[in-house]
Every structure is written in C-alpha cells, then in structure tokens.
C-alpha cells in the first residue's frame, strides 16, 4: 500500500463523519481533498468512492424501498446508465492529455453541489415528467462516471418534487446503490479495478463503518443547520481553490 494511503484513509473517515452528521458531502469531501493535495490519481479514488459508497449503500438499503416512485426511478437509471461509461471514459481521457481541466471540472462540480444543498429547492405543485428525471439522471451519471459523485443533480431533482420526505430519500438511496454499482462493474469488466484499489477498499471499510458509529454515537455539540453550514464552507473552500490552481494552467498569463 502506498504512503498516500494513510492520509486518503484519514480523509474518508473525516468525510464519512460529516456526511453522518449532516447527511451529505462524503464523495465530494474525498475527491476534493485528495485531488487538492495530490494523494493519489482521481481516477483511483473515484473507484474507491464508489465501492465505499456501494458498500454503505447494500447495508442501507434493505427494508427502505417502501414509497418509492418506480417510474422515475425507472427513467432517472436509463438516463444515467450510458452517461456513467460515457464519464468514466472521459475521465479516463482527461486524466492523460488535460489534467487541468479535470480539476477544474472536478471543482466546479464541488462548487454546484455545495451550493445545492445549502439551496432548499422549492417544491413543484406538479410531479416532474419522465425526460425530467431522465435528464437529471444523464447528469448524475455523468458525474457519477467521472468523479464517483452522483448525488448534486438527482438531489435537486427530487426534492423539488411533491413525495413525501421519507420516500424521496429511499428512492435517492436506490439510485445511488444503482450508480455506484454501475460504475464499479463497469471498471471491473475492464479490468481497472487493481489490487491497489481493492487494498484501500478493504482498509476503509472498517474505518467508514467505525467513523459512522462514531457521528451516530458522538455528534458534535452543534446544531444540525450550523454543522451543514460548517461542511457547506469546507466544500465551497475546496471547490474554489481547485478552480484557481487549475485554472492558470488553463489559461496560461503571459
């Protein structure tokens, strides 16, 4: 195992207490520090984000599929299977011939999404049609294919419409579990995933599980709004300095 690996462990654990305490930011929270402090290749911890996160996903799931609106389901994941290839072969690109820009893409992605979920979408009067949740499925896919973060464009999506809470969080569990595992057939069909990527996901997934019984058991005396605040400025901080650093190589300054 690499030296990176201890700091990358660190950060999922950090991450996954965030997102456990304030029920969202672990992909975007690894894939920004990681990147920012050049740990390991993007593409390596995507692949590991999404085995985390389908891991995460498969204990969850049972017994909440209950109240879950098939139909969008249905078109979200036909949207978002061919954009998962899609953005895993772009990744695979970029990584090669323009590494800036996929800083600059992964930052901006940070950005939208922090900004998303501090943004309460206002409720639709009426249910989205299917192209609707098609199209937020084409770009989560994509994202989710990139950057093994799929959740900003499908969380947008339906907690604009009129379901109930409790099924819109089912219903986006669902399609996480379907992206992620998505993604990671794909790589291992085409044999991507290593024994590098299969080492540090055997190492944190004890610490993923470890660090979400520890923010179940340990919040932290904060209220539920201000630690949603506090990781809203980590991301937003993250996502800016990605866009920064990456942009002078971009856009050269003579």
Same mark, same amino acid.
């Given at each position: 195992?690499?030296?990176?690996?201890?700091?990358?462990?660190?950060?999922?654990?950090?991450?996954? !207490?965030?997102?456990?305490?304030?029920?969202?930011?672990?992909?975007?929270? %690894?894939?920004?520090?990681?990147?920012?402090?050049?740990?390991?290749?993007?593409?390596?911890?995507?692949?590991?984000?999404?085995?985390?996160?389908?891991?995460?996903?498969?204990?969850?799931?049972?017994?909440?599929?209950?109240?879950?609106?098939?139909?969008?389901?249905?078109?979200?994941?036909?949207?978002?299977?061919?954009?998962?290839?899609?953005? %895993?072969?772009?990744?695979?690109?970029?990584? @090669?011939?323009?590494?800036? /820009?996929?800083?600059?893409?992964?930052?901006? /992605?940070? %950005?939208?999404? @922090?900004?998303? *979920?501090?943004?309460?979408?206002?409720?639709?009067?009426?249910?989205?049609?299917?192209?609707?949740?098609?199209?937020?499925?084409?770009?989560?896919?994509? @994202?989710?294919?990139? *950057?093994?973060?799929?959740?900003?464009?499908?969380? *947008?999506?339906?907690?604009?419409?009129?379901?109930?809470?409790?099924?819109?969080?089912?219903?986006?569990?669902?399609?996480?579990?379907?992206?992620?595992?998505?993604?990671?057939? !794909?790589?291992?069909?085409?044999?991507?995933?290593?024994?590098?990527?299969?080492?540090? *996901?055997?190492?944190?997934?004890?610490?993923?599980?470890?660090?979400?019984?520890?923010?179940?058991? !340990?919040?932290?005396?904060?209220?539920?709004?201000?630690?949603?605040?506090?990781?809203?400025?980590?991301?937003?901080?993250?996502?800016? !300095?990605?866009?920064? @650093?990456?942009?002078?190589?971009?856009?050269?300054?003579?």
């Amino acid at each position: 195992m690499s030296a990176e690996a201890l700091p990358l462990i660190v950060v999922l654990a950090a991450a996954t !207490y965030f997102q456990t305490v304030t029920g969202f930011g672990l992909g975007m929270i %690894v894939m920004g520090a990681t990147s920012g402090m050049n740990l390991l290749p993007v593409a390596t911890v995507a692949a590991i984000v999404s085995l985390v996160t389908l891991a995460n996903s498969a204990v969850a799931l049972p017994g909440r599929m209950h109240g879950i609106d098939w139909r969008a389901a249905r078109a979200a994941t036909l949207g978002s299977l061919p954009a998962i290839v899609g953005g %895993v072969l772009l990744l695979e690109y970029l990584s @090669s011939a323009a590494a800036g /820009v996929l800083q600059l893409i992964l930052g901006i /992605v940070i %950005v939208q999404g @922090s900004v998303g *979920f501090a943004l309460r979408p206002v409720q639709l009067d009426e249910r989205s049609s299917d192209i609707s949740f098609a199209a937020s499925g084409f770009f989560s896919g994509l @994202s989710g294919g990139l *950057f093994g973060v799929a959740g900003p464009p499908l969380i *947008f999506q339906f907690y604009r419409q009129p379901m109930d809470p409790v099924a819109v969080r089912n219903i986006l569990l669902l399609l996480f579990t379907i992206t992620s595992a998505a993604r990671s057939l !794909y790589l291992g069909v085409q044999g991507r995933l290593d024994a590098e990527i299969w080492t540090l *996901f055997a190492v944190a997934v004890p610490v993923v599980a470890l660090a979400t019984a520890i923010g179940r058991r !340990y919040p932290p005396p904060l209220a539920t709004r201000t630690m949603r605040r506090v990781v809203f400025m980590l991301l937003m901080a993250i996502g800016a !300095y990605l866009v920064m @650093s990456a942009l002078p190589a971009i856009v050269p300054i003579s």
